[in-house]
């Protein structure tokens, strides 16, 4: 196309289509910074007020952003390049609390200041590599859990070194799952079967004095009880689909817990 | 005494724990958080002198836990979630839930929506609890940046 014989509102047009073009691409930006938050444990209405924040230090006139945990949609207006609209389908969520406080950090950076969308990836992608416990640490993580709750809840201490024992034992099988990509669901029948057979064999091998103690310190790694909680939050700060989703996935996954050791109860 | 020690210490390593987990790096913050889970079980028991309730003592424990959460995330500059969700492990009614399900795998149904509604709430309670502080919080920061 020749650029010079173009008339005037052809010319706005392309310009239109340029401002467009670049507020699209920090628009994808800014919704890899919103998942991300999201995929790291934020509550919905964090997520969607940084992401409101983040598209006005840009020039959004007008941002309405709608977050589950499942999606996020956020439609941006602007009299310069019209109304645009970008969604994300968000799966999974882990607490990463790490992440989630160098996430917010940034986003207050990118409220502040103008960051280019390659300089923001780039932030974005520093954040995502930062470092993490090793599995060393990691099994240190689970004996500790397993242990403290064992004594928190009155067992004796050998019921704790048993519970112990057994909590970086089921580490060991989660990690296995995981690498399978395999439902959660899965890992949690297979996790809470192991821990029940482990812990009666604990009892009848004298390692531990009673099975509900070295029990319930393993279940309180598996149980999502603070999945159960933070639903009924999101359900009363006014985000009653979130909450909802967590809510019923809580249930759900606490009775696969039981369900698995109500197995072990059998085969015992 | 003895067990309540023995409580009180746990509750702290159980949140030191929790918050390891979920990749808290700082050894900062991990005190910190691990003293909310501290506090969260201190005040549950400090409770106990004026109600048996359960559900009055985790909604108190879990009040004074969010404003705790809500003052070090002003000292700390990082999300107040970092503590809340860490210092409120203690009181998470996991073990309640897991009762409730052992029931229903076990038939017995009128013990299981006993021990569910009871579970209910007292996570409920907690969750009601945090509710305020914050929204007090918020209110606060909105004055406060509408006045500069």
């Not at chain 1, 950076?109 to 923001?120: A, D, K, N, R, T």
Request: proline share 2%; with cysteine; net charge negative.
């Amino acid at each position: 196309m020749d650029v010079t014989n173009l008339t005037p509102a052809e010319t706005e047009r392309l310009a239109v289509m340029a401002e467009a073009e670049r507020a699209n691409e920090y628009l994808y930006q800014i919704l890899d910074i919103g998942q991300h938050m999201l995929q790291s444990g934020a509550e919905v209405s964090r997520v969607e007020d940084s992401i409101r924040r983040m598209c006005f230090a840009y020039g959004a006139e007008r941002a309405d952003v709608l977050t589950i945990t499942a999606s996020i949609i956020v439609t941006i207006y602007s009299h310069r390049f019209g109304a645009l609209t970008q969604t994300r389908r968000v799966t999974g969520m882990k607490y990463d609390l790490n992440r989630l406080e160098l996430l917010n950090q940034l986003c207050r950076i990118v409220c502040s200041g103008q960051y280019e969308p390659e300089e923001l990836r780039q932030a974005l992608e520093e954040i995502l590599s930062a470092k993490q416990y090793s599995f060393g640490v990691q099994l240190f993580i689970y004996a500790l859990i397993s242990s403290s709750f064992s004594l928190f809840f009155g067992g004796s201490v050998m019921d704790a070194v048993a519970s112990g024992i057994i909590g970086i034992i089921l580490k060991f099988i989660d990690r296995t799952i995981q690498k399978t990509d395999a439902s959660p669901f899965l890992s949690a029948v297979l996790c809470s079967c192991l821990g029940g057979l482990l812990a009666g064999a604990a009892v009848r091998f004298h390692l531990g004095d009673s099975v509900d103690m070295i029990s319930i310190g393993n279940i309180m790694l598996l149980i999502p009880g603070i999945a159960l909680t933070n639903s009924l939050r999101d359900m009363f700060s006014g985000n009653t689909i979130s909450g909802l989703m967590r809510f019923i996935e809580a249930i759900l996954l606490a009775l696969t817990i039981a369900f698995g050791f109500a197995l072990a109860a059998g085969i015992l | 005494m003895q067990q309540y020690s023995m409580e009180l210490i746990t509750a702290f390593l159980g949140s030191l724990g929790f918050a390891m987990l979920f990749h808290v790096r700082s050894a900062e913050k991990l005190l910190f958080a691990s003293l909310g889970g501290l506090l969260a079980w201190g005040v549950y028991l400090l409770m106990g002198f004026f109600s048996g309730e359960d559900v009055i003592r985790y909604f108190f424990a879990s009040v004074i836990l969010t404003v705790y959460g809500e003052i070090m995330a002003r000292v700390e500059k990082c999300p107040a979630t970092l503590f809340i969700v860490t210092a409120s492990v203690p009181l998470i009614p996991g073990g309640s839930l897991y009762h409730t399900m052992e029931y229903f795998m076990d038939n017995d149904f009128a013990a299981c929506s006993m021990q569910g509604l009871k579970t209910l709430l007292l996570a409920v309670s907690i969750a009601v609890g945090m509710l305020f502080p914050t929204s007090i919080f918020q209110l606060y920061q909105k004055l406060v940046s509408k006045r500069q």
